[in-house]
């Protein structure tokens, strides 16, 4: 659908400063400033996705922020974007949202430097981000490279977990852990920028882990190989998978990329497709330069793991094998 969208009759602006646009599936668009720094520009927002208001605001600005740290950037300012049903909800949940973006803000280092509300049906929060990165350290998915290994920095599952919690499945020792998960900084990405070797980046949010892998498969015109048994994911996700706590964006999801893929089970399905909220990133990195990549996860605190490797162009964007 979004192809559709975006396909348009008019002639396309042509501008040498955007360094990367639409064309690529990339996480923000990079504008080259002209004196070796470029501006990242992004945007997301949702719906509420958790029934605490201060949470939801957090997840909703964690996830527009990690935008700018997949392209390798630094976030330097962020505007909200606030849709709220005034007739319907007092002021006051909507100031917990806002506050639960502005911490999340403060926890990336920026201000919340200002925003625009309306009045929806039903509560919409998110940010306008804007950060800044050297010109020569931008992570394009079209800069991946065949031979680099494939990392995640979070475990998968956030889908299935919220689904169980709304199905009133979730057992009380898995209570809060795609929260904890969601509220996660991706900042990590900033640093892993610095390492040459690392030749792409992109968050794994809504169309899952296959579906962000091909776009950096499409991008860079390169296969890739998953290793569905190094795949980490959040407790309890595989016994909520058996009891059918799927969500309705993981069959979408492989309708829409299915035939780009090789033969999955079904539980593998569940989990590769299962569209993350404020996911991980999906790091591609030169063999040479994974010990640096996996010593600055390491010193982050972050549970790197690997997922997969790239390859040269073949039939399939990518198959899912078991080391």
């Known amino acids: ?30 504008y080259d400033l002209g004196n070796g720094t470029a501006i990242i520009s992004t945007t997301d927002f949702f719906m509420p996705i958790v029934d605490d208001p201060f949470d939801f605001g957090r997840i909703a600005a964690t996830n527009a922020i990690s935008d ?27 100031q917990k949202i806002v506050d639960g973006g502005r911490f999340a803000c403060h926890q990336a280092g920026i201000a919340l430097a200002g925003g625009h509300s309306i ?17 020569e350290k931008v992570k394009r998915n079209a800069s991946a490279k065949s031979g680099c290994k494939l990392y995640m920095t979070k475990p998968l599952g956030i889908g299935i977990l919220t689904t169980a919690e709304k199905k009133g499945k979730l057992k009380p020792e898995h209570q809060g852990l795609a929260t904890v998960a969601m509220c996660q900084m991706n900042s990590i990405g900033s640093q892993f920028s610095q390492v040459d070797g690392v030749t792409a980046m992109t968050d794994v949010t809504g169309f899952g882990l296959l579906g962000h892998l091909i776009e950096i498969c499409e991008g860079s015109n390169l296969s890739a190989v998953v290793f569905s048994d190094k795949i980490k994911t959040l407790d309890g996700v595989k016994d909520y998978i058996a009891q059918s706590c799927v ?13 780009k893929v090789g033969v999955l089970t079904e539980e593998q399905k569940a989990i590769l497709c299962d569209p993350q909220t404020s996911g991980g990133l999906l790091v591609a990195v ?38």
């Open 68 to 94: 700018i740290f997949a392209m390798g950037g630094k976030p330097i300012m962020g505007i909200a974007i606030l849709g709220f049903p005034t007739n319907v909800l007092p002021a006051e949940v909507a």
């Open 119 to 135: 009045d929806s049906p039903e509560p919409i929060f998110g940010l306008a981000v804007t950060g800044v990165i050297d010109t």
């Open 1 to 30: 659908m979004l192809g559709t969208i975006l396909h348009s009759e008019l002639e396309k602006f042509y501008d040498p400063n955007l360094l990367v646009g639409n064309e690529t599936a990339d996480d923000a668009a990079v």
């Open 247 to 259: 969500p309705g964006g993981t069959g979408r999801n492989f309708e829409s990329y299915g035939h």
């Open 286 to 323: 030169e063999p040479n330069s994974v010990q640096t990549v996996i010593e600055i996860a390491k010193d982050a605190g972050i549970d790197l793991y690997e997922v997969g490797e790239l390859k040269p162009k073949s039939e399939l964007d990518v198959v899912v094998e078991i080391a």
